[in-house]
């Protein structure tokens, strides 16, 4: 590819999200081209890239261009040569155990249970069901700008208690065939404190923080209280008009910002069907992503 090619996007959710061309992902990238693409991001939230076709370390070297990297919580689920890497569908193979979940997913944002929550997430296709498998975005910025004037007064300044042990419970009730995450490491990430309004650090944009599987309760809320708040923030941003469902191919390479967007899977049929994709996550307070 040209140095010098021109990074174009266009497009492709109701309010968000765009499939972008013309931008290298192998080898030396130039400076105006990673201050191009995190630009697009900071507008657009969801970046699609079809047919990256990057090796897992190309991802890793790729990845890093915008910051640290998280190892993932579930270090049995990561590649054993690249522990940046956390893999994720029904697949087994040279060492590596990929992280399955037979039943219902939830709409979250990547680490949200960490102190520093993570700035974006590269989601690649290594291999894709022929139906299935979907992954879908919520527009929490535009869904925060559409909400009604009294129900956003109520929720400005409100904070909400994330939890790893909170989502360990949650995954136990709802996929009791998935081996339960050691409480060793769970011990490693205590509850923290998250607003459930937050503003973009390089945009100014607010948009809202809700992980339902993750949060223990809201601060100041009795659990009945929460938990019914939460509901109807989550049915606010899953309307249609703010989703966008990614449909896979193979070589699909998919980044989003974890600080405007939320996501979750859908399911498909693992006795058919083999699944296997890769997530690298951007740690949070990246330089790259930051402004």
């Known amino acids: 590819m040209d140095k010098f090619a021109t990074i174009s996007a266009r497009q492709i959710g109701p309010t968000f999200g765009a499939e972008v061309s013309g931008m290298p992902i192998h080898g030396d990238i130039l400076p105006e081209h990673l201050m191009q693409f995190v630009a697009l991001l900071h507008r657009y939230r969801v970046l699609v890239i079809p047919g990256a076709n990057v090796a897992p370390g190309d991802l890793v070297a790729f990845s890093r261009r915008f910051g640290p990297l998280e190892i993932h919580a579930r270090v049995d689920n990561t590649l054993p040569e690249h522990r940046e890497i956390f ?24 680490s949200s249970y960490r102190d520093v929550p993570s700035d974006a997430s590269l989601f690649y296709g290594e291999i894709v069901p022929p139906e299935g498998g979907d992954t879908l975005f919520a527009d929490a910025t535009a869904a925060y700008r559409s909400l009604d004037p009294a129900l956003r007064r109520r929720i400005e300044g409100l904070r909400a208690v994330h939890s790893l042990d909170s989502l360990r ?12 995450q050691p409480m060793a490491q769970v011990a490693g990430f205590p509850p923290v404190s ?21 949060i ?45 967007v939320l996501h979750t899977a859908s399911l498909f049929d693992h006795e058919r069907y083999q699944r296997l994709m890769y997530r690298t996550t951007i740690a949070g307070g990246a330089p790259a992503l930051a402004h």
């Open 194 to 214: 998250q607003p459930l309004v937050r503003e973009h650090p390089a945009t100014g944009a607010k948009s809202l923080y809700v992980c339902p599987a993750v």
């Open 87 to 110: 893999c994720v569908g029904n697949v087994e193979r040279d060492g590596m155990k990929a992280s399955f979940s037979r039943g219902v997913e939830q709409w979250h944002a990547d």
């Open 169 to 180: 419970a949650w995954g136990a009730r709802h996929n009791p065939d998935r081996p339960s």
């Open 216 to 260: 223990s309760h809201i601060e100041g809320m009795d659990e009945e209280e929460g938990r019914a708040l939460l509901d109807t923030l989550i049915a606010h941003i899953t309307q249609p008009r703010f989703v966008y469902c990614h449909q896979w191919h193979q070589g699909d390479l998919v980044m989003w910002d974890n600080r405007a």
